[in-house]
Nanobody, 124 residues
Framework: QVQLVESGGEVVQAGGSLRLSCAVS????????MGWFRQVPGKEREFVAA????????AYADSVKGRFTMSGVAAVNTVYLQMNSLKSEDTAVYYC?????????????????WGQGTQVTVSS
């Protein structure tokens, strides 16, 4: 089955930028709908962005629209989340996810494959 490995999380100042990567193996990301979620302790895992692996069409949560951009490079089988104008409330563990069922779904139960997560901390 497809495997996902996130990287790029670190501590960044508010207003700064960060790019997360999700390396995909055991299958091309073009065969899936790819997504990013985030979670803080004590809260539900929250949808951030989704991208159709073949068309590269994207969808975003309202909280990140205009600041975050999801993309993918087939040659290296990696998807990215470019995060700009970061805020303290963006602090979370960010997870890469994949599914074959839906395009846009904020319901984590619709997503079948998950990475281990990468910590993003935005300091104010």
């Amino acid at each position: 089955q497809v495997q996902l490995v996130e990287s790029g999380g670190e501590v960044v100042q508010a207003g700064g930028s960060l790019r997360l990567s999700c390396a995909v193996s055991n299958g091309p990301f073009g065969a899936y709908v790819m997504g990013w979620f985030r979670q803080v302790p004590g809260k539900e895992r929250e949808f951030v962005a989704a991208m159709h692996g073949r068309s590269l069409s994207t969808a975003y949560a309202d909280s990140v629209k205009g600041r975050f951009t999801m993309s993918g490079v087939a040659a290296v089988n990696t998807v990215y989340l470019q995060m700009n104008s970061l805020k303290s409330e963006d602090t979370a563990v960010y997870y890469c996810a994949a599914t074959t069922v839906v395009f846009y779904s904020a319901n984590r139960d619709d997503w079948y494959f998950w990475g281990q997560g990468t910590q993003v901390t935005v300091s104010s």
